[in-house]
């Protein structure tokens, strides 16, 4: 069973950083695209940075700069850093795979998710 777990969200203050982790079981990375997205209440979910099977990383605008996603294979966990925070970073952050287009980026369609992570940037 392919599941994903993700950790490490929290609360705060803009300007700082955070680091997400997503734990994945049941698959191998290399087939995958997998990426990190993120959603508010009463907004679409939306892409924030996805890496594909051969490491190829794709980074929303608003984030490119700030953000970095990295993965430790031997631990089948992938990680978002997260640094200068804003209040529009607000979310909960999910990690997702998306087995049909392993190589596929930077629009990527998950089958699979987790429950996500509450980021909360304040003032």
């Known amino acids: 069973e392919v599941q994903f777990e993700e950790s490490g969200g929290g609360l705060v203050q803009a300007g700082g950083s955070l680091r997400l982790s997503c734990v994945g079981s049941?698959?191998?990375?290399?087939?995958?695209?997998i990426g990190w997205f993120r959603q508010v209440p009463g907004m679409e979910r939306e892409g924030v940075v996805c890496?594909?099977?051969?490491?190829?990383?794709y980074y929303q605008d608003s984030v490119a700069g700030r953000f970095s996603i990295s993965s430790d294979i031997a631990k089948n966990t992938m990680y978002l850093q997260m640094n200068s925070l804003k209040i529009e970073d607000t979310g909960v952050y999910y990690c997702?795979?998306?087995?049909?287009?392993?190589?596929?980026?930077?629009?990527?369609?998950?089958?699979?998710w987790g429950r996500g992570t509450q980021v909360t940037v304040s003032p």
């Open positions: 049941g698959f191998t990375f290399a087939d995958y695209a």
């Open positions: 997702g795979g998306d087995r049909k287009a392993p190589l596929g980026g930077p629009h990527i369609s998950p089958d699979y």
């Open positions: 890496i594909n099977g051969i490491g190829d990383t």
